[in-house]
């Protein structure tokens, strides 16, 4: 960030603020507290060793009875039937539930969309469960182990523990059952028979969300027209990478640098050069020009998330964003891939008459929204232009390094960009904002639930206790319902959304044609709407 700043500083641009950073902040680490506890029959187990809570946990305590229910399902499709809840009295109790599912060896099953463990614990909160103690049995993971607390928390609201088979066993004990010998039981007979342990399970939970700040890099270049320097034209790109691997990683079982050159430093160098050119270049541009350097990006569009929330400036004066993510992998046939011209309509015939044809081969989307930061400015109606030359094979891994790029073809797409960016900072007319292409919720949503509202949730959490539509696509449910850009919704059928993995887990038990109601704040007034899928 600092050198960012430093060398466009050098270059000729102003900070836009006193430092030219603009800092937000970010959940770090999940890690477990001091407090977690659990005690059964007065007997205490290690807190570390023998329990450890899950990211998603409610930070209570809870002293109640115990009721196991086998893999915790509740699935009626055309080829599971499977309720672990029938005839079960949960309501204030412990649910214990085994963890994975009856077929853990099969890469695919029926039963893979029901296995997550949040989505178990969802479900026994919503059949009046105070708390879930989960465990695996040894076709699940034969070691036993816990895993590193990792990703955000979107905590589901009660205690939920894992706990190991020691324990469970201890639980179990006085119906004369263990956990291995449930988890063969119910693999092999495929029915669970849920039944109350008679055990008392004294147990407290304490997840830790460690924070801390990130910033942008937020540049600006006066305008050189008395008339036009008012608006604005942003160009920027992502400038976080992954670290030294993570979740985010394609080799997650490696840990080691990975560097990132493509994505994204040939993107951040490229816009770079880019304004530096319009600095350089008197009468270049009418219009004021931004720089903007994104953090976070890799953690879910953050950092231009957080731009657009809180802007330097009145986002309805910006002409257009152009957004450059992984431009330094031009192939020999000068594949290049712009998405977002359908968000005005003179951007298709811009950037077509604009290309060397020669040297440069266009891949052409309409769509303004995406996984990049330019979907932040879409969802705020801004036209958009993202530009790229694709994944390849070191994507996200440790060998995406400087010797792999294309130079000579970042050059070649830096001149197309600023080409482009050359007429959208100088031509008299501002762009006329249009809507694009489906604005569709994420991959993983659909391929889980099958069906979708037609809207692109708020990934970032900006809201507490809901989450808002950043985009509702017409023509789609949701807005044939009634619901609008903005709406904040805390309820699904009845039931409590207070964050995107809530969000994920009620459609994930919707069904095409099912008529549902929905509830959303609008401009803080409570609405009910009516939507059929």
């Not at 932040?376 to 390849?392: E, M, N, Q, R, S």
Request: net charge negative.
């Amino acid at each position: 960030a600092v050198y960012i700043r430093d060398r466009l500083l050098e270059a000729g641009l102003e900070a836009m603020t006193p430092d030219g950073f603009q800092p937000f902040e970010v959940s770090d680490m999940v890690t477990a507290g001091e407090r977690n506890f659990l005690s059964v029959g007065g007997r205490s187990f290690n807190p570390v060793a023998d329990i450890s809570p899950f990211a998603f946990s409610g930070n209570s305590e809870l002293e109640a009875e115990v009721y196991f229910a086998g893999y915790g399902f509740r699935i009626s499709n055309d080829s599971i039937q499977w309720d672990d809840y029938r005839d079960a009295d949960v309501q204030g109790k412990w649910v214990l539930l085994l963890r994975g599912d009856p077929e853990p060896h099969k890469s695919v099953s029926g039963f893979i969309p029901f296995n997550s463990d949040r989505d178990k614990a969802m479900l026994a909160k919503d059949m009046g469960a105070a708390g879930v103690l989960m465990v695996s049995g040894p076709a699940n993971d034969s070691s036993d182990s816990f895993d590193r607390l990792s990703g955000e928390s979107w905590p589901v609201g009660i205690p939920v523990l894992r706990i190991k088979r020691n324990v469970a066993d201890l639980i179990l004990s006085g119906k004369g059952k263990t956990a291995a010998g449930l988890e063969t039981a119910i693999n092999t007979s495929r029915q669970s028979g849920g039944f109350s342990t008679g055990m008392v399970v004294n147990a407290g939970s304490d997840v830790m969300v460690r924070k801390k700040y990130t910033r942008n890099v937020i540049m600006f270049l006066p305008g050189e027209d008395e008339k036009l320097k008012d608006q604005y034209l942003i160009i920027g790109a992502h400038f976080d990478h992954l670290g030294m691997g993570g979740s985010g990683s394609r080799v997650r079982d490696t840990v080691a640098i990975h560097h990132g050159a493509d994505d994204n430093a040939s993107g951040v160098a490229c816009a770079m050069e880019i304004v530096e050119r319009f600095a350089l270049t008197p009468k270049s541009h009418r219009r004021s020009i931004i720089f903007a350097a994104f953090s976070g990006e890799e953690s879910g569009l953050l950092g231009s998330k957080h731009f657009t929330e809180n802007p330097p400036v009145d986002l309805s004066k910006v002409n257009a964003m152009i957004n450059l993510d992984m431009v330094g992998r031009l192939s020999d046939s000068g594949s290049l891939q712009v998405g977002g011209i359908g968000t005005s309509p003179v951007l298709r015939d811009l950037v077509v008459s604009l290309a060397d044809t020669n040297t440069m081969n266009l891949s052409l989307t309409e769509e303004g929204s995406g996984p990049s930061d330019h979907s932040a400015f879409y969802g705020k109606d801004i036209p958009v232009l993202f530009f790229t030359t694709g994944a390849h094979l070191d994507y996200h891994t440790p060998y995406d390094t400087w010797d792999k790029l294309n130079y000579p073809g970042m050059v070649s797409v830096g001149d197309f960009i600023f080409s482009i960016a050359q007429r959208l900072a100088n031509d008299e007319e501002k762009l006329v904002f249009t809507e694009a292409g489906p604005r569709q919720e994420s991959v993983r949503t659909m391929r889980r639930q099958g069906v979708t509202l037609g809207i692109m949730p708020d990934f970032a959490g900006n809201v507490k206790n809901g989450l808002r539509a950043d985009l509702v696509t017409p023509g789609k449910p949701a807005a044939i319902g009634g619901m609008k850009k903005g709406d904040i919704i805390t309820a699904i059928n009845g039931k409590q959304v207070s964050n995107i993995q809530d969000y994920m887990y009620r459609m994930g038990q919707l069904k095409h044609g099912e008529t549902i109601s929905v509830e959303v704040l609008r401009n803080g007034k409570k609405e009910v709407l009516l939507i059929q899928l």
